[in-house]
């Protein structure tokens, strides 16, 4: 059975956040909730059932689950990450919100799109922390921690997507605090730097 309307964009607000966190977790437990019928897609999303789609979205979820706990390298996956994370949620708002108006369309893509950047860049402002510490028990740890959440998000959000978009909404405040914190600190750091030469 179909979402309601403020169910979908409820769905959708916690499935973008989970999406900007790990976007190949995000599809692969999309896809897999769809096959054993626990969600039911909007039919421009049945592709993500398709077991083509799940083995692949797992492959690069195997990947980057090794490739984003190595200190020094996730960074520079996670920048990469910021051409696939962000679109690829965005497209699913689009695809998923096609019964909508044109312009509530548009307004959820954005929103998607929205809410995973700020999931990635509150990833990325993390992962700038905790880096430079020399054990890697840390890194790995939140790296964990934020394949976890992305896929316990993602469920959660199948089965309650109103409460969790209420979570999203906080997970969405702790994240700007971070980036502005974390950007605060770089630029005094860099001021400082500036004024010792």
């Not at 090794?66 to 200190?71: G, H, M, N, Q």
């Amino acid at each position: 059975m179909p979402l309601p309307g403020n169910e979908l964009i409820a769905l959708l607000v916690a499935i973008s956040f989970a999406a900007g966190l790990n976007v190949y977790a995000t599809v692969a437990t999309l896809g897999l909730l769809a096959r054993v019928n626990v969600l039911a897609l909007p039919p421009q999303l049945h592709l993500l059932s398709n077991w083509w789609i799940i083995a692949a979205a797992l492959t690069l979820f195997a990947v980057e689950f090794f490739a984003d706990k190595v200190p020094a390298f996730d960074l520079i996956w996670n920048a990469l990450h910021t051409f696939i994370r962000v679109p690829v949620a965005a497209l699913l708002a689009w695809q998923a919100t096609t019964a909508l108006s044109p312009g509530e369309q548009l307004a959820a893509t954005l929103a998607g799109g929205l809410i995973a950047f700020i999931a990635h860049g509150g990833k990325t402002a993390m992962r700038t922390v905790v880096t430079p510490s020399p054990e890697p028990i840390s890194n790995m740890s939140l790296s964990l921690g934020e394949d976890v959440l992305a896929v316990s998000l993602t469920w959660f959000a199948t089965v309650h997507p109103l409460m969790a978009a209420s979570v999203t909404a906080v997970f969405l405040l702790l994240a700007l605090l971070l980036i502005r914190w974390i950007w605060k600190a770089l630029n005094a750091l860099f001021r400082s730097a500036q004024e010792s030469f």
